[in-house]
Each structure stands twice: as C-alpha cells, then as structure tokens.
C-alpha cells in the first residue's frame, strides 16, 4: 500500500521554540491532513490542505501542501506544554481514491518547561 | 452534539472469546471506517463504509467483521480473540456532501477510542 515518511519520530524542544515537521511519499496525494492525538483520546484535526501550495494557518500551527504534491510540513510556533502529544500527518493518494487515507507513523512531541 | 462515541473504553479478552466494539456516529455521516493503532504506528484501516449496507475490507480485516445496517452506527465484531488483536481501535467518520470542499476529500472524525488487551 502506500507509504508516507513522517519524520522526525520524535523531538524534545524547549518551551517558547518553533517546531518543524513533515511528511513525504513516493506518489502524489490530493489531500493532506495533520491530526494531534493527546494521549488516551482519539486523534483530532488540525489543519487540512486540500491544493499544491497551499499554506494554511490554525492559530500558532502553519502547515504547507508541497508544490510537488509529495509532502507536507507542519510548523508550531512559540510552543507551550499543551502542545504535548503525537502529531500525524495523513493523506488521500491521488490513485486511491477519496474512501482511504493513508496515515504517517507519527512525530511525539515533548515540551520542556 | 456528541460526534463518535465508541464503547467500551477498556476491554481484556481471553484467547478465543468474541465481542463487538461499538461506534455510533450522531453527525448523519454516510462514511465510517475502523482503524487499530499499534505503539509507535499509524492507524491501519481495518473496515470502512461507504453508507448503510455497504462494507469493505480495508488494509488489515483478517479476524474481524462489521455491518452497517443505520447511518449511525458501525459496529466492530471480534470473532475468536487472538493476541495480535491486542491493540487501540479507533472509528472515525466522515461527510461527503455540502461545504465548499471537494465532497470526497472531508476530513475524518475520530473517536476516543477501544483499548482492547488480549490474554
């Protein structure tokens, strides 16, 4: 099936720094989708790209849907405690259809106070 | 307005028994899926539907069965409990009607998840 490369798998930041994710794959996707999941609790939308280029903001979170259809990033700004959590990027390939998306294994995040 | 719920929460099996997972839906949502998270993995599709009455297998659906007979629920059946099962199951939701986005591209709606051990 297909594949999506999330990196990194995890990262220790000071609270107040930026963090930068993403996301690639072999093969064009026509959605890209970034969920928070806090632990115990069900994954939650964060931000949905839906053209090449886009870049959309959800409060201190920007993510960017890459000019090549291929990846993804996500940025946290100024980061704080509750930012804690696993973040996972997910797509619909362009191939597959709209029933199925395709999920990254994930970037935990820990913030230090 | 509630979203997905899924019941239980928390459930440990023995080796061979069978139950259902639960999830109902209370947003007139005509797609649902069935996932399981592994530690460490991304959510791997076990079933999904497309609307009432209408099932399909997903990436992983050995050892498990569903049916959708309303719109809103979507229930998940474990039929003899292996230890590979041990696992987070998750069900999500999705519309594809209205708004100003591609229909097929909604995003997903999840629920808070069924932590199921295996013993």
């Known amino acids: 099936g297909q594949q999506l490369n999330q990196s990194p798998q995890s990262m220790f930041i000071q609270e107040g720094e930026d963090v930068s994710m993403n996301c690639t794959s072999s093969?064009?996707?026509?959605?890209w989708l970034w969920y928070k999941q806090d632990p115990g609790e069900g994954p939650v939308l964060l931000i949905a790209?839906?053209?090449?280029?886009e870049l959309t903001s959800n409060g201190r979170l920007t993510a960017q849907f890459g000019i090549t259809r291929k990846d993804s990033f996500l940025n946290i700004s100024a980061s704080i405690p509750s930012d804690v959590g696993i973040y996972f990027c997910a797509g619909h390939p362009l191939q597959a259809g709209s029933y199925q998306l395709t999920f990254g294994k994930g970037t935990k995040l820990s913030v230090i106070p | 307005n509630a979203g997905v719920t899924q019941t239980p929460k928390f459930r440990i099996l023995k080796i061979g028994q069978s139950m259902t997972l639960q999830c109902t839906q209370d947003m007139n949502h005509n797609y649902m899926y069935w996932y399981r998270q592994d530690p460490g993995m991304g959510l791997k599709l076990i079933y999904y539907?497309?609307?009432?009455?209408?099932?399909d297998k997903g990436e992983v659906p050995n050892g498990y069965n569903v049916s959708r007979s309303t719109t809103e629920d979507f229930p998940l059946r474990l039929e003899l409990a292996a230890p590979s099962q041990t696992s987070v199951y998750f069900c999500?939701?999705?519309?594809?009607?209205?708004?100003?986005?591609?229909?097929?591209?909604?995003?997903?709606?999840f629920g808070d998840g069924t932590r199921l051990s295996i013993l």
């Open positions: 093969s064009i996707f026509n959605t």
């Open positions: 539907s497309v609307g009432a009455g209408i099932t």
């Open positions: 790209l839906y053209k090449a280029g």
């Open positions: 999500a939701s999705k519309t594809t009607t209205g708004g100003t986005l591609s229909d097929s591209n909604q995003p997903q709606h």
